[in-house]
């Protein structure tokens, strides 16, 4: 501004657009720090959140249900679905747990269970498209998936009391 540098923070502007074209918006985030790594897995793990009062968010699609993009300081990617100004962390979280007999034994082997909770955030928002229920479960959990995902859920007629 005025021939000076200035820095702005996600508090400070609502959003912009880089010289790239790509557009960031700001909002208050509540973010889940989940495990994607099988050798950290950990016993019956639950993934703590994180709230961050202002946090620029890439736009990766606008729809009935718009898609962001956060990357974390640890630099992990951070998928976020919008619709009716609600606000949703969809991920996967790895955990260990104790699975099944181990044959000729009488001990439990440890498993690794992959918790696909974006399924269910995805799910919740799309309520009134049961029929694309199908297609969330053969969803994967990045950009060009779920922006396909989301333009099927556009076409969907909205059922009534929605």
Known sequence: MNGNDT???????????????????????????YNRSI????????PMS????????????????????????????????????VLKDIYIHLYSTVGGYVTGTNTKQPVVVNNLQYYFGLKDMMQDCKSIFPEID????????LISLLKQYNKCPIMPGN
Request: glycine content about 6%; hydrophobic content about 40%; charged content about 25%.
């Open 7 to 33: 820095i702005f923070y996600p508090g400070n502007i609502t959003g912009f657009i880089n010289p790239s074209g790509n557009e960031f918006i700001t909002r208050k985030i509540e973010f889940f720090k």
């Open 39 to 46: 050798q950290d897995a950990i016993p019956e793990d639950v």
């Open 50 to 85: 994180e709230i961050v009062p202002a946090a620029f968010l890439k736009v990766l699609y606008r729809g009935k249900i718009n898609l962001y993009l956060y990357k974390e300081a640890l630099a992990n990617d951070h998928y976020f679905i919008e619709k009716n100004s």
């Open 138 to 145: 053969k969803t994967e959990l990045n950009t060009r998936s």
